[in-house]
Each structure stands twice: as structure tokens, then as C-alpha cells.
């Protein structure tokens, strides 16, 4: 569904995309992973980058060494080639490398904007994930050399002040904001009428909707 509604809400097509969230633990790294899985399965050349230098965990969710990375290609110290690690036919994922001293600098760098122009020349598409808009000002910085970014949210983790200042922080960067993922939702606690196949009667439907939540935390 993610992915279809990405096609709706551009006249034009979005091929870079950075995925955040306004706090942690909302569930932007599953999120991003599962997006690039699916548009991966769909036969586009997709490439997954864990531009959150601060708290990486792509490594991790992929079962990757985290050897060589972005902050590696963003110092001059990895070859592009060679950091890139191949998961399927059609997904690859950049890890984040070695924490550096100050992420933000090497995102807000010459460096990573022609890092971009190179994965979209070499990628159908770039999906990245990026730290929680919470006093860090990766993603929004980030999202100026994307097409957009993708907004993922938590009920019962986000709180009003932080979702305000996330709203804000965006707003000042004046990046393109393309939506917000509501994340680990429970179909069975929200009104018949929310989803459009809610009805009991469709168990294959129903089915469908009550296995999204476990898919994407």
C-alpha cells in the first residue's frame, strides 16, 4: 500500500526517498526496510542507505558486516563498488560504516550530494534511512537533496511536543514532505469503517490487514 500511494501523491515520479520519524522507536528503519524489499520485488533496482550515522542498524536488520560504509565513500576511504552490499537480484544496501565524529557535517557536505546523483544514476530506486528529527537535523537536511521525505509515526510512542517540533524542524527546511507512515497500527482496536476491507466476511482481506502491523514494526 505504501508503495502504491507513493505513485499517487507526485505529478512526478518519486525516486529518492528519505524515511524518518519525529522520535525513536517508531519503526523508520523497518519501515525502510520493508519499502525497498517490496519495490525490490517489484523488479526495480533498488538501493537502501543507512544514513543514520549515529544509531545504524541496516547492518543489523540484514544480517551485514558493517565494515565499510557511507561514512566511509563520504571521507574518501571506501570505493563505492566495494561498500555496496548485494541482498537480492534487484536490492542492495550502503551500511552507515564507522560512526563518525559529526554525522551532520558529512551529510551537509559536497561529498554526499554527489553521492546521491550517483546512486540515482546507478538505482531506479534510493531509500534512506535517516535519524529522528528530535534535535538532529539529518533527515531534513537530507531531504533537500531527495524528492521527499517520508514521515513514519508510532500511536503511543510519539507525544504532541515532539510530533510539534518535528512539524517545525521540516517546515524551516522547507523540504518536500510526501506523507506520514502511521506504524504498528491494530486494526482490531480502530473503527470497522477505517479500513477498506474491514468486513468479516472477506477473511482473506482481513487477514491481509491484521498481518501489516507485524510486518512493518
Known sequence: ?????????SHRKVRKIVVTSSVTAEGKSEVSANLAAVIAQSGKRVLLVDADMRKPTQHHLWGLINSVGLSHLLVDQGVFSQAVQKVT???AVLTAGVIPPNPLALIDSEGMTSLVDIFAENYDYVIFDTPPLAGIADAAVLGKMADGILLVTRP??????????????????????LGIVANAVNAKQEPSSYFYYSNLRDRNSTADLERVPQQLK
Not at 162 to 174: G, I, M, N, Q
Request: aromatic share 6%.
Open 156 to 177: 503511543g510512542v510519539l507525544d504532541a511536543p515532539s510530533a510539534a517540533a518535528a512539524k517545525s524542524l521540516l517546515e524551516r527546511s522547507e523540504a518536500n514532505v
Open 1 to 9: 500500500m505504501l508503495q502504491a500511494n507513493l505513485k499517487f501523491i
Open 89 to 91: 537480484e534487484f536490492l
